[in-house]
């Protein structure tokens, strides 16, 4: 029996879980044949270096499945008849995934603070239509529909170029390439720079699908508590120190879900840290264009554009999340390699959107979309902040961010966000509570309202709602009457 | 120095580079400090398992950089200052890429034969347009801006789901899923199989984009020969045997580069093989729909839709490359986890593009279009199958596919096609030579020819051009005058 599980430390599931989903596999693929005997559990347990009782627990599993049977004084066989010729086994096949379970759909009709986007109705699909038909009808028709290059739509590409350059983010030794949205940035970040069981620091709470990626890549993820003005830098210094993570990635402006913005003092802090500590810094500002009031602060890449950092931009918060297009500035050789694995990835980004958003953005259509949504932004923005002062109850506490798509309320003790999500939605409204974007941290008391998708009477009415059951619930845990003890769990 | 190197013999780094790699990487990060003593080559050798001189190799260059110092009887040390505080050293933190290098760019004004793709002369741009005024037009021009499902814009999704159905080739436990292309679904399904040192087997030669996915990845790949049937059968039961491979990829209609094509029976013997192998069949169908003389063959996922088969699609190669739109059709469990995947990758595909496409193919302009395209492909391929016959240098042998866009070609000996590509270059013709191809065995004296982007004028011309380079080659070779003894090489 030569092939033996692997263990990788960091990976975010238990070691006996590793254990067991590879033996399984092992037996299921043949590589462990009918009747062999298994090491025993003491011997495995020194080999791999593990305790004996993690190895006894996989073998439980195994021999509960009728995978292994084990033989007092002889110890485990492999039991499994034949599966090969049975086909595919898709469990043992897949593993286990190290992500968090995804939100159930919202119920439609129900006034929703679940996802953060645009509203629908702002779209300028009159706009939109004519930059299509100017795309298709010029002279670069043809060649857009022919394949293309993973660094990005040429024309698009020179464009950016060009408005980061002005912008002062383009650093001498950078790069800039199209992506298909910030999502892939970071996949693609994630794919060159990390390889399982090595550290990378996030925000907690952070935006699921950046917590979900690193986890799923076995990346070892440490959550550096969020403030009310950004990450806590004392609390990243600390990590930097303890767990050199190669990769620190932090939103400058507006983070999702908290709406935290970082004062420039904080960004020349952050710079200096990471740089000293050798750490790759992402700047990911995908809201940065949404700012409904106070000064706009230069991006981090900005602040030094010496500094190796890696800047992350995408139309989606401005203009369509439906059409997939960001981009990345970064040191060359990164970018380099990012290119690389764009190209292993997808070839490159879609070419119609990326020529469609290209004359969306020069015809000077975009400007005036987001002026457009600037207004909106800060109309919506006022409703949900006059909505918490008014509605949620005594001791809660709540973001006050001067733009983007989120505010970040914490319930006063001892209320549940996720206990109270069920209530709210027999009244018709939605949240995600903070659980989903909980790195290291439990957020139990926390919950996100995305207030950009709504009309400002669907946010006063939601916030409203909320704010009456969770008062409502503060009431019968505290009742006005006097400290009657609740009664003991039995 | 509790850290050591982890070596994985099946990445196609060599070894001592691995070793080298990491451990650069550890004095880097700090891991390793200044001052601290290294194992003794004889010591890391035997707990690593590797051969001394490995280790020694890895040593010299970490001394060549400076990083590490010997002294004779003492051992080496970690001789580097403190990197910390110089912030990051991308050499370090990137590592080695283990795929194989990109072709250089192809001269421009040449006859290029060497991107599979269809001719930008034949996009129907009218149509095109029609079709996305359509669609902003449409009811659904609002929804299809906002931000969409892993699983594909659902119109689409539904519309291919029925096709599918109708076709045969969606079994009662598959699901559907729409992807950026066929690179991602390839990349998807990399992602949720398979692990670094895991076993795949692919065709050799391949689609470079396929074998580098898998390299880059680290798994071990098995490249399993090719006939001017298809995959050569026995060799596959070989590779099944001797390593168990998890996944293996085959392409059944008008491979890429050789534009082989696997009879039915074919079809049979390799569902069964792979399937009493326990082992995921891939079948990426990109060529299928460009069927240009003889019978069409059902899909190797219709000729037994209870098997796990996993089956590729995309419009790329019979509509437009620049709107990166493909699909899978694959067993419920593995779609499932590739959602899962794909939300982490890119959240979605523009949907733009997928409602412009859908509205194509509604339209009946997709089947129209098709109809074109085999009419001019029909006619290519005569040209370039012409054109071999009449200038290739007797001995040279190339295949006789019945549709797709290329033709492979195997020089007689002792042609190298990489050594004759810059000659036939200088005569403003291009191709790609068998080496970017090649898996396990070399392919010097292939090459590829893809003749759907040019005019059959063009292609009499280039292969022409291409045949009489080959030709003088021979004679200079083989001079019809005798056998004059080659000078020695010294």
């Known amino acids: 029996m030569p092939q033996l599980p692997q263990i990788q430390p960091g990976s975010g599931t238990p070691i006996y879980r590793q254990l067991y989903t590879q033996m399984k596999q092992f037996i299921e693929s043949g590589q462990w044949k009918a009747g062999e005997r298994l090491p025993a559990t003491r011997e495995l347990a020194g080999t791999l270096g593990l305790n004996r009782a993690t190895v006894s627990a996989a073998y439980g599993l195994l021999e509960a499945e009728g995978l292994i049977k084990g033989h007092v004084g002889r110890g485990s066989f492999v039991s499994v008849e034949e599966v090969r010729g049975r086909g595919v086994n898709w469990t043992s096949l897949l593993g286990d995934r190290p992500v968090s379970p995804a939100p159930a759909p919202v119920p439609s ?114 959550g550096v508590p969020m403030t009310a003005a950004g990450i806590d830098l004392d609390e990243l210094q600390r990590a930097l120190d303890r767990r050199r993570p190669k990769l620190v990635v932090v939103t400058s402006n507006f983070q999702n879900p908290t709406g935290a913005t970082l004062s420039l003092g904080a960004r020349e802090v952050l710079l200096r840290a990471t740089r000293d500590a050798g750490a790759v810094l992402v700047e990911n500002d995908i809201y940065g264009g949404l700012r409904y009031q106070g000064q706009p602060l230069p991006a981090v890449k ?62 000077g259509r975009l400007e005036a979309h987001r002026g457009r949504m600037l207004e909106a932004g800060a109309e919506r923005l006022r409703a949900v902040l006059e909505g918490c002062e008014r509605w949620m109850p005594r001791g809660a506490e709540f973001t006050r961010p001067e733009g983007g798509m989120n505010v970040w309320v914490r319930l006063p003790d001892p209320l549940d966000a996720s206990e109270l999500l069920g209530r709210v939605q027999r009244e018709n409204v939605t949240y995600l509570p903070g659980r989903y974007f909980a790195v290291s ?32 619930e503060m009431e019968r845990l505290n009742p006005p009457g006097g400290l009657e003890p609740a009664p003991a769990i039995v």
Chains 1, 2 share one sequence.
């Not at 109705?121 to 028709?141: K, W």
């Not at 203009?319 to 500035?329: D, E, N, Q, T």
């Not at 139990?444 to 709602?465: D, H, K, M, N, W």
């Open 109 to 222: 009709g129900a006034i929703s603070f679940s996802a953060s986007r645009p509203s629908t109705r702002l779209f300028p699909i009159e706009d939109l239509r004519a930059s299509c038909r100017e795309v298709l009808e010029g002279p670069q028709a043809a060649a857009i529909l022919q394949l293309g290059s993973p660094g990005g739509y040429e024309p698009l590409r020179r464009y950016l170029l060009e408005a980061s350059h002005r912008e002062g983010v383009l650093g001498p030794e950078d790069e800039l390439m199209v992506t298909s949205g910030c999502q892939q940035a970071l996949d693609l970040l994630a794919r060159v720079l990390l390889r399982p069981g090595e550290p990378v620091a996030i925000e907690d709470p952070v935006y699921p699908g950046l917590k979900n990626l690193f986890l799923e890549i076995g990346a070892e993820v440490t």
């Open 441 to 472: 941290r439990p957020a139990t008391g926390a919950l996100r309202l995305s207030f950009a998708g709504l009309e400002p009477e669907e946010i006063a009415q939601g916030v409203r709602v909320l704010g009456s059951v969770c008062s409502a």
């Open 302 to 363: 900005q602040v030094d554009g010496s500094a190796p950092t890696v800047l992350l931009r995408s139309f989606s918060k401005i203009s369509f999340p439906g059409l997939r297009v960001g981009w990345v500035i970064g040191p060359r050789p990164l970018i380099g390699r990012m290119l690389g694995a764009k190209q292993l990835s997808d070839l490159h980004t879609d070419h119609l959107s990326q020529a469609v958003l290209l004359r969306f953005a020069e015809s």
